[in-house]
C-alpha cells in the first residue's frame, strides 16, 4: 500500500495544473468475466501482476479491492483495472500504449 500511496503522490506531481483540485474521473465497471474477455479478445492483453489496491472515491472514501495490469505481450498494449469479487466487478482505471519498464536512471 506504501508504493501505491507513492504512486498516487506522484500523479499529483506529474499533473500540478490539477493538484488542488478534483480530476473526474469514470471508469467503466463490468463483471469480472466480461472485462477479462474484452481485455483478452479485443487487445490480446493478459494479466501480468497485480496486488492489493485501493481507490479513493470523489467522496473520499476509499474503497479496496485486487489491482491487476493486463499487458499485450506483443504490441505492449495495456490496461490497470481493479477487482472487486465480492461484488463480481472490475473496473478499467486507465489503458495505455508502449508498456516498457523505466529508466531508474533517467526518470522523467
Not at 29 to 41: D, M, P, V
Not at 94 to 103: E, K, V
Request: glycine content about 10%; hydrophobic content about 40%; charged content about 20%.
Amino acid at each position: 500500500m506504501k508504493k501505491l500511496a507513492s504512486i498516487l503522490a506522484l500523479l499529483g506531481l506529474a499533473l500540478p495544473a490539477y493538484a488542488n483540485e478534483v480530476i473526474p474521473l469514470t471508469a467503466s465497471c463490468k463483471t469480472l468475466g466480461a472485462n477479462k474477455e474484452f481485455l483478452t479478445e479485443q487487445y490480446n492483453e493478459h494479466p501480468f501482476a497485480g496486488g492489493p489496491s485501493v481507490i479513493r472515491l470523489i467522496d473520499g472514501k476509499l474503497v479496496e479491492g485486487m489491482g491487476k495490469i493486463y499487458v499485450d505481450p506483443t504490441g505492449k498494449g495495456f490496461t490497470v483495472l481493479i477487482e472487486f469479487s465480492k461484488v463480481n466487478k472490475s473496473c478499467v482505471l486507465l489503458m495505455g500504449d508502449d508498456f516498457q519498464p523505466i529508466d531508474v536512471g533517467n526518470r522523467t
